[in-house]
Protein backbone atom coordinates (compact mmCIF):
# COMPACT_ATOMS: atom_id res chain seq x y z
CA UNK A 1 0.00 0.00 0.00
CA UNK A 2 3.09 2.37 1.09
CA UNK A 3 4.53 1.59 -2.72
CA UNK A 4 1.10 2.09 -4.30
CA UNK A 5 0.81 5.89 -2.23
CA UNK A 6 4.27 6.64 -3.27
CA UNK A 7 4.18 6.02 -6.71
CA UNK A 8 0.23 7.65 -7.07
CA UNK A 9 1.60 11.02 -4.98
CA UNK A 10 4.74 11.13 -7.54
CA UNK A 11 2.12 11.00 -10.33
CA UNK A 12 1.06 14.49 -9.10
CA UNK A 13 2.04 17.66 -9.76
CA UNK A 14 4.33 19.34 -7.23
CA UNK A 15 3.18 22.87 -7.78
CA UNK A 16 4.84 25.86 -6.50
CA UNK A 17 3.44 27.89 -3.66
CA UNK A 18 3.52 31.17 -2.96
CA UNK A 19 2.94 32.06 1.47
CA UNK A 20 1.70 28.17 1.24
CA UNK A 21 -0.59 28.77 -1.66
CA UNK A 22 -0.37 27.11 -4.68
CA UNK A 23 0.34 29.00 -7.70
CA UNK A 24 -2.59 27.98 -9.73
CA UNK A 25 -5.49 28.11 -10.21
CA UNK A 26 -7.71 31.65 -11.25
CA UNK A 27 -6.47 35.34 -10.87
CA UNK A 28 -9.63 35.74 -9.13
CA UNK A 29 -9.07 32.83 -6.66
CA UNK A 30 -5.47 34.04 -6.28
CA UNK A 31 -6.60 37.52 -5.62
CA UNK A 32 -9.16 36.17 -2.46
CA UNK A 33 -6.62 34.26 -0.68
CA UNK A 34 -3.71 36.73 -0.87
CA UNK A 35 -6.32 38.89 0.60
CA UNK A 36 -6.80 36.55 3.18
CA UNK A 37 -3.08 36.75 4.28
CA UNK A 38 -3.41 40.60 4.47
CA UNK A 39 -2.74 42.07 1.27
CA UNK A 40 -4.87 44.96 -0.05
CA UNK A 41 -5.69 46.21 -3.57
CA UNK A 42 -3.27 49.11 -4.86
CA UNK A 43 -4.54 52.51 -4.71
CA UNK A 44 -2.99 53.59 -8.12
CA UNK A 45 -2.30 50.57 -9.94
CA UNK A 46 -5.07 48.29 -10.34
CA UNK A 47 -2.75 45.15 -11.44
CA UNK A 48 -1.37 45.15 -8.14
CA UNK A 49 -1.61 43.82 -4.90
CA UNK A 50 0.70 45.51 -1.92
CA UNK A 51 1.40 44.21 1.26
CA UNK A 52 4.47 42.91 3.83
CA UNK A 53 6.33 40.32 2.45
CA UNK A 54 9.90 39.13 3.95
CA UNK A 55 9.58 42.14 6.07
CA UNK A 56 9.91 44.58 3.18
CA UNK A 57 6.55 46.59 1.74
CA UNK A 58 5.81 44.89 -1.59
CA UNK A 59 3.92 44.71 -4.55
CA UNK A 60 2.33 41.82 -5.46
CA UNK A 61 1.92 41.23 -9.55
CA UNK A 62 -0.50 37.97 -10.66
CA UNK A 63 0.86 36.51 -14.60
CA UNK A 64 -1.85 34.08 -15.86
CA UNK A 65 -2.04 32.00 -19.09
CA UNK A 66 -5.12 30.65 -20.34
CA UNK A 67 -6.62 31.46 -17.50
CA UNK A 68 -4.68 30.00 -15.05
CA UNK A 69 -2.17 31.54 -12.49
CA UNK A 70 1.43 30.77 -13.65
CA UNK A 71 3.26 33.35 -11.82
CA UNK A 72 3.33 35.66 -8.86
CA UNK A 73 5.75 38.62 -9.09
CA UNK A 74 7.17 40.32 -5.76
CA UNK A 75 8.62 43.97 -6.64
CA UNK A 76 10.26 44.88 -3.58
CA UNK A 77 9.14 48.93 -2.80
CA UNK A 78 12.79 50.26 -2.67
CA UNK A 79 13.12 51.34 -5.87
CA UNK A 80 15.26 54.49 -4.83
CA UNK A 81 18.03 52.10 -3.10
CA UNK A 82 21.38 52.84 -4.11
CA UNK A 83 24.17 50.56 -5.75
CA UNK A 84 25.93 49.99 -2.28
CA UNK A 85 22.40 48.69 -0.87
CA UNK A 86 21.42 47.07 -3.31
CA UNK A 87 24.37 44.55 -3.23
CA UNK A 88 23.41 44.26 0.52
CA UNK A 89 19.85 43.69 -0.02
CA UNK A 90 20.34 41.36 -3.10
CA UNK A 91 23.05 39.35 -1.24
CA UNK A 92 21.14 39.20 1.79
CA UNK A 93 18.37 37.44 -0.13
CA UNK A 94 20.94 34.86 -1.34
CA UNK A 95 22.07 34.14 1.64
CA UNK A 96 18.15 33.41 3.02
CA UNK A 97 17.39 31.41 0.34
CA UNK A 98 20.41 28.87 0.73
CA UNK A 99 19.86 28.82 4.13
CA UNK A 100 15.79 27.89 3.65
CA UNK A 101 15.82 24.11 3.48
CA UNK A 102 12.44 24.66 1.47
CA UNK A 103 15.15 26.06 -1.73
CA UNK A 104 17.71 24.17 -3.33
CA UNK A 105 20.20 25.85 -6.03
CA UNK A 106 22.31 23.16 -8.24
CA UNK A 107 24.92 26.61 -8.29
CA UNK A 108 27.16 27.52 -5.73
CA UNK A 109 25.55 30.83 -3.76
CA UNK A 110 28.78 32.68 -4.58
CA UNK A 111 27.71 32.57 -8.07
CA UNK A 112 24.67 34.82 -7.17
CA UNK A 113 26.36 37.28 -4.44
CA UNK A 114 27.45 40.52 -5.65
CA UNK A 115 31.41 41.36 -5.02
CA UNK A 116 31.36 44.56 -2.65
CA UNK A 117 33.60 45.97 -5.28
CA UNK A 118 31.81 45.53 -8.05
CA UNK A 119 30.40 48.02 -10.22
CA UNK A 120 26.89 47.04 -11.18
CA UNK A 121 25.55 50.10 -13.07
CA UNK A 122 28.56 49.91 -15.00
CA UNK A 123 28.04 45.91 -15.45
CA UNK A 124 24.68 46.34 -16.37
CA UNK A 125 25.33 49.38 -18.63
CA UNK A 126 28.41 48.67 -20.47
CA UNK A 127 28.35 44.80 -20.54
CA UNK A 128 24.41 44.22 -20.39
CA UNK A 129 25.24 41.72 -17.20
CA UNK A 130 22.45 40.18 -15.65
CA UNK A 131 22.32 39.68 -11.89
CA UNK A 132 20.03 36.51 -11.75
CA UNK A 133 19.97 33.66 -8.73
CA UNK A 134 17.87 30.77 -8.97
CA UNK A 135 16.47 28.31 -7.20
CA UNK A 136 14.21 25.13 -7.23
CA UNK A 137 10.97 24.72 -4.24
CA UNK A 138 11.64 21.52 -2.73
CA UNK A 139 8.70 19.02 -1.74
CA UNK A 140 10.01 17.14 1.02
CA UNK A 141 7.14 14.45 1.09
CA UNK A 142 7.53 13.91 -2.65
CA UNK A 143 11.35 13.47 -2.32
CA UNK A 144 10.54 11.23 0.82
CA UNK A 145 7.56 9.03 -0.51
CA UNK A 146 9.35 8.69 -3.70
CA UNK A 147 12.47 7.02 -1.90
CA UNK A 148 10.80 5.32 -0.08
CA UNK A 149 9.06 3.22 -3.23
CA UNK A 150 12.63 3.02 -4.69
CA UNK A 151 14.06 1.33 -1.39
CA UNK A 152 10.49 -1.08 -0.77
CA UNK A 153 11.53 -3.04 -3.97
CA UNK A 154 14.99 -4.03 -2.37
CA UNK A 155 16.23 -6.20 0.61
CA UNK A 156 18.51 -4.38 3.06
CA UNK A 157 21.40 -6.68 1.74
CA UNK A 158 20.93 -5.71 -1.60
CA UNK A 159 20.63 -1.89 -0.38
CA UNK A 160 24.19 -1.72 1.40
CA UNK A 161 25.72 -3.57 -1.74
CA UNK A 162 24.04 -2.01 -4.88
CA UNK A 163 24.55 -4.07 -8.05
CA UNK A 164 25.01 -1.36 -10.86
CA UNK A 165 21.57 -1.75 -12.26
CA UNK A 166 20.41 -0.96 -8.88
CA UNK A 167 22.40 2.19 -8.83
CA UNK A 168 21.60 3.01 -12.26
CA UNK A 169 17.89 3.09 -11.13
CA UNK A 170 18.77 5.09 -8.30
CA UNK A 171 19.50 7.83 -10.37
CA UNK A 172 16.80 7.92 -12.45
CA UNK A 173 14.75 8.07 -9.56
CA UNK A 174 16.76 10.96 -8.69
CA UNK A 175 16.67 12.80 -11.82
CA UNK A 176 13.30 11.96 -11.86
CA UNK A 177 12.49 13.79 -8.82
CA UNK A 178 14.60 16.88 -9.58
CA UNK A 179 12.99 17.00 -13.30
CA UNK A 180 9.25 17.44 -11.45
CA UNK A 181 11.02 19.76 -8.68
CA UNK A 182 12.39 22.16 -11.28
CA UNK A 183 9.00 22.81 -12.47
CA UNK A 184 8.69 25.08 -9.30
CA UNK A 185 10.98 27.53 -9.98
CA UNK A 186 12.31 30.22 -7.95
CA UNK A 187 13.96 33.51 -8.22
CA UNK A 188 15.52 37.03 -8.07
CA UNK A 189 16.63 39.83 -10.62
CA UNK A 190 18.04 42.89 -9.82
CA UNK A 191 16.62 46.24 -11.52
CA UNK A 192 17.95 48.90 -12.93
CA UNK A 193 15.21 51.75 -12.49
CA UNK A 194 17.33 55.21 -13.40
CA UNK A 195 21.05 56.17 -13.39
CA UNK A 196 21.67 55.22 -9.97
CA UNK A 197 18.73 53.48 -8.53
CA UNK A 198 18.43 50.07 -8.47
CA UNK A 199 15.29 47.28 -6.81
CA UNK A 200 14.53 43.53 -7.07
CA UNK A 201 11.95 41.65 -7.99
CA UNK A 202 11.53 38.01 -7.08
CA UNK A 203 9.19 35.44 -8.80
CA UNK A 204 7.28 32.37 -7.79
CA UNK A 205 6.75 30.07 -11.29
CA UNK A 206 4.41 27.26 -11.73
CA UNK A 207 5.94 26.16 -14.92
CA UNK A 208 3.33 23.65 -15.87
CA UNK A 209 0.77 26.31 -16.44
CA UNK A 210 3.76 28.54 -18.12
CA UNK A 211 2.71 28.83 -22.04
CA UNK A 212 4.17 26.26 -24.42
CA UNK A 213 3.73 27.65 -27.46
CA UNK A 214 0.29 26.09 -27.37
CA UNK A 215 -0.93 29.57 -29.23
CA UNK A 216 1.15 30.03 -31.59
Same mark, same amino acid.
Given at each position: ?6 ? &? ?14 ? !?? &? ?18 ? !? ?9 ? =? ?7 ? +? ?13 ? &? ?34 ? =? ?8 ? +????? =?? +? ?5 ? !? ?13 ? !? ?14 ? +? ?44
Amino acid at each position: MLLIFST &TLFAQKNITKFLGIPV !DG &TKSEMIKRLKEKGFKEHPFR !DEFLIGEFNGE =DASISIKTN +NGKVWRIAVLFDYST &TDESQIKIRFNNLCYQFSKNKKYHSFDDISKYEIPE =DENILYEMTI +NHKVY =DA +NFIQMDQ !DLIVKELVSFSSKYT !DEQMKNPSEELIAEFN +NVQNGIYEKLSNSLVWFRLLKNGNSLFSIVLFYDNLYNQAHGEDL
